[in-house]
């Protein structure tokens, strides 16, 4: 900018050259030669006072807008950080810190084939509602047709708690809530279809098969004139689906306090098509869980008309699938916590 007037353009050199020295910048506005121009144009006659006050005023607005400037330079100039990130990045590569070696984790197996298995099942038109780590004894047992003392009881010995409330033994613990919640589709005409994956519990002497902590999963359905060979068509269908060939079911009668009749299960073996190896114990067959039709006390513990509707329900560990489809050898290895034993799975 050019001033006219020799001596503004004598205070606005001296402003501009004191602007770059000095670290207060804004006292630049306050300057005493910039107040003493500013008031002597009061004095000045009229016919000079318009064009004196103009440059004055100029001068002013320039000085303001250099400040402003030099407070707050313009973005681009600035060079850019990236504030979430470990490190300053503007640093060159041999000055950035060396960190510390990383590699990305795996799934668990058991994680892994559970959602393998639930997939199948939604595509068969079963919803999925997750069991719970802690309950009650009227849920484990009460509600699923054990009176108190039965002797069946035992085979569900489990960890308790100082206020009564067990860690699960079996995903059966959630029946009567799943029945309950599926009362109101059986009057709409539509079939109770739930599966329960869960976290299960038993006071286990731990060995190779036997494990504290294991995973199950719990089926359910309920409808209109449902029967036993529904059930032995949907566990089949579920298993061929799962082991991608056809698979032939074996079912043969057993004892549960909240099925009636009540079954064990086995399926031809998948990994020698029942002619004999050391997956199956050279027998053709593996046992995989125990599966029945809901018994009618089961139904009406839940307000579910037994006489009207009936269902079946069924339930295995999940370990011993994923043990059988890998051939992992100890079931403590999947709590164990071994790298060795997960990155086989990455
Ligand atoms: N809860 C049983 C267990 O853990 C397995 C089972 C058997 C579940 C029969 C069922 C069933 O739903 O109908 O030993």
Redo the contacts with the bound molecule.
């Keep these: 900018m050019e001033y006219r007037h020799p001596e503004i353009a004598n205070v606005a050199k001296q402003l501009k050259a004191r602007l770059k020295q000095t670290q207060d910048k804004k006292a630049v506005l306050r300057a005493p030669e910039l107040l003493a121009l500013i008031e002597r144009i009061k004095t000045l006659p009229v016919g000079k006072r318009a064009t004196f006050g103009k440059e004055v005023n100029l001068l002013k607005a320039e000085l303001e807008k250099l400040v402003r400037e030099s407070l707050f330079p313009k973005p681009s100039t600035l060079t850019p950080i990236d504030v979430t990130a470990p490190f300053d990045t503007n640093l060159s590569a041999e000055d950035r810190p060396k960190l510390l070696p990383a590699e990305n984790g795996s799934r668990h197996p058991l994680m892994t084939e559970l959602e393998l298995i639930l997939d199948i099942f939604a595509r068969m038109g079963f919803t999925a509602v997750e069991s719970r780590e802690l309950d009650d004894d009227w849920h484990m047992f009460g509600s699923l047709n054990f009176p108190p003392g039965h002797p069946a009881r035992d085979?569900?010995d489990t960890f308790v708690t100082d206020e009564e409330l067990v860690a699960p033994?079996?995903?059966?613990t959630m029946?009567n809530r799943v029945l309950k919640a599926g009362k109101k589709q059986l009057d709409q005409g539509q079939p109770i279809a739930v599966v329960i994956p869960g976290r299960?519990f038993r006071n286990e002497d731990v060995d190779a098969s036997h494990e504290h902590t294991f995973y199950?999963l719990?089926?359910?359905y309920v409808a209109k004139g449902i029967h036993a060979g529904n059930l032995a068509a949907t566990i089949k269908a579920w298993l061929s689906n799962y082991y991608g060939r056809e698979i032939e079911i074996k079912i043969q009668p057993f004892y549960?306090p909240?099925?009636e009749p009540?079954f064990e299960f086995a399926a031809s073996c998948p990994f020698c098509d029942k002619k004999g190896c050391s997956v199956c114990k050279h027998s053709g067959w593996i046992e995989l869980?125990?599966?029945?039709m809901?018994h009618p006390n089961v139904l009406k513990e839940a307000g579910i008309d037994a006489v009207k509707y009936s269902g079946?329900?069924?339930?295995?560990g999940i370990d011993r699938l994923v043990m059988l489809k890998y051939g992992i050898e100890d079931i403590r290895h999947f709590h164990s916590g071994n790298l060795k034993f997960l990155r086989q799975f990455t």
């Design positions: 085979d569900y033994a079996h995903t059966s029946q299960t199950q719990e089926g359910v549960f909240f099925t009540s869980g125990g599966c029945g809901i079946f329900a069924w339930g295995f």
